[in-house]
């Protein structure tokens, strides 16, 4: 069984910065094209980067310029490094294939506040 655990998060002023890691188990992690979501109160999840098996990337127009995706096959680990962070980036982030086919992990909680 496939197993997603996110971590990084935590609370941040506006402008600072956050790495997180999702560590994946139990599949061929280096095959699949991942993804980082997010989920904001109030709001659906949304895919903010992606990052293909090939190291292609991709981000939503919120984020980019700003977030980089990046992953280490030999640690089976996604990683979302998140810069010039602002409120409007807070959330609880996700990762799973780009198009999700795994159970959710538990999260990580991004905060943005001074």
């Known amino acids: 069984q496939v197993q997603l655990v996110e971590s990084g998060g935590g609370l941040v002023q506006p402008g600072g910065s956050l790495r997180l890691s999702c560590v994946v188990s139990g599949t061929m992690f280096w095959i699949y094209d991942m993804g980082w979501y997010r989920r904001a109160p109030g709001k659906q999840r949304e895919l903010v980067a992606v990052i293909s098996s090939g190291e292609y990337r991709k981000y939503s127009d919120s984020v980019k310029g700003r977030f980089t995706i990046s992953r280490d096959n030999a640690k089976n680990t996604v990683y979302l490094q998140m810069n010039n962070l602002k409120p409007e980036d807070t959330a609880v982030y996700y990762c799973?294939?780009?198009?999700?086919?795994?159970?959710w992990g538990q999260g990580t909680q991004v905060t943005v506040s001074s």
């Open positions: 799973n294939t780009d198009q999700p086919q795994w159970s």
